[in-house]
């Protein structure tokens, strides 16, 4: 009752992108997307497992929790609560990842992980600040999915590589039909991935989004754009390699 209490009285503080402490929240999830898998740079076999199996069982019960969250704390319909977000995905990804090393599911959660996840540690699409727990969840589940992304960069050496921008992006777009079909039946309730409506808040890349349905315009476009932005460091370093060889 006192946490539930406590998470109530936060909500009366509207998240501020340019805010002293969502910057201190963005620099502890960015401290731990880091260096939790530089402590483990070679570890033993069996404690990357231990490490895989651990990202693993945190990801599905924050998957339950964000079913606990809408439904229960914040008393939304179900429809509103379908694990079929851009970033559960990308979750769902680092997961089949994790238990099968397919790199092409590392591609799904590199791009979608990173770019998504990334930009919803950046800007998330939440009303209320720390330590608001729809804020909070919000910065915990994307850093466990950029984490999951960074295990694989630096204990395993995985990598896209160009022309895995083109398939991952085409994917995406077909897997558009399916969720918007979803978002149809579903409406006025659903709005994954933004088919039907742009995100809420404040930030400058909602702002200036036009109004929906033309919100998609623009925004399908961006999402290539930040593709190829989450791929430029990769770009860069095989350029300064193969000039210094």
Same mark, same amino acid.
């Given at each position: 009752?006192?946490?539930?209490?406590?998470?109530?009285?936060?909500?009366?503080?509207?998240?501020?992108?340019?805010?002293?402490?969502?910057?201190?929240?963005?620099?502890?999830?960015?401290?731990?997307?880091?260096?939790?898998?530089?402590?483990?740079?070679?570890?033993?076999?069996?404690?990357?497992?231990?490490?895989?199996?651990?990202?693993?069982?945190?990801?599905?019960?924050?998957?339950?929790?964000?079913?606990?969250?809408?439904?229960?704390?914040?008393?939304?319909?179900?429809?509103?609560?379908?694990?079929?977000?851009?970033?559960?995905?990308?979750?769902?990804?680092?997961?089949?990842?994790?238990?099968?090393?397919?790199?092409?599911?590392?591609?799904?959660?590199?791009?979608?992980? +990173?770019?998504?996840?990334?930009?919803? #540690?950046?800007? %998330? !699409?939440?009303? *209320?600040?720390?330590?608001?727990?729809?804020? @909070? $969840?919000?910065?915990?589940?994307?850093?466990?999915?950029?984490?999951?992304?960074?295990?694989?960069?630096?204990?395993?050496?995985?990598?896209?590589?160009?022309?895995?921008?083109?398939?991952?992006?085409?994917?995406?777009?077909?897997?558009?039909?399916?969720?918007?079909?979803?978002?149809?039946?579903?409406?006025?309730?659903?709005?994954?991935?933004?088919?039907?409506?742009?995100? +809420?808040?404040?930030?400058?890349?909602? #702002?200036?989004? %036009? !109004?929906?349905? *033309?919100?998609?315009?623009?925004?399908?476009? @961006? $999402?290539?754009?930040?593709?190829?932005?989450?791929?430029?460091?990769?770009?860069?370093?095989?350029?300064?390699?193969?000039?210094?060889n």
């Open positions: 009752m006192f946490l539930w209490s406590y998470v109530n009285l936060s909500a009366s503080t509207p998240f501020e992108i340019i805010s002293l402490i969502h910057f201190v929240c963005l620099f502890v999830c960015l401290f731990i997307i880091i260096y939790v898998p530089q402590i483990f740079v070679g570890a033993k076999n069996s404690v990357i497992e231990k490490l895989k199996l651990t990202l693993i069982v945190l990801i599905f019960t924050f998957q339950i929790f964000e079913l606990y969250k809408t439904t229960v704390l914040f008393q939304e319909p179900w429809q509103n609560a379908l694990p079929i977000h851009m970033c559960d995905f990308s979750a769902l990804s680092v997961v089949i990842y994790f238990l099968t090393g397919k790199r092409f599911f590392f591609n799904f959660a590199y791009f979608w992980g +990173i770019a998504g996840a990334g930009m919803a #540690l950046i800007t %998330p !699409d939440v009303i *209320y600040a720390f330590p608001s727990v729809d804020y @909070l $969840a919000n910065q915990y589940g994307h850093t466990l999915i950029i984490l999951g992304v960074s295990i694989g960069l630096t204990l395993f050496g995985e990598r896209p590589h160009s022309r895995d921008i083109l398939i991952i992006f085409g994917f995406t777009l077909l897997l558009l039909i399916p969720i918007y079909l979803v978002n149809h039946i579903l409406h006025p309730l659903g709005n994954y991935w933004y088919t039907f409506e742009k995100p +809420i808040g404040n930030n400058i890349i909602v #702002l200036l989004l %036009p !109004d929906a349905p *033309y919100h998609m315009i623009p925004l399908i476009p @961006l $999402a290539f754009a930040f593709m190829l932005l989450t791929y430029a460091p990769l770009y860069f370093k095989d350029r300064k390699n193969n000039q210094a």
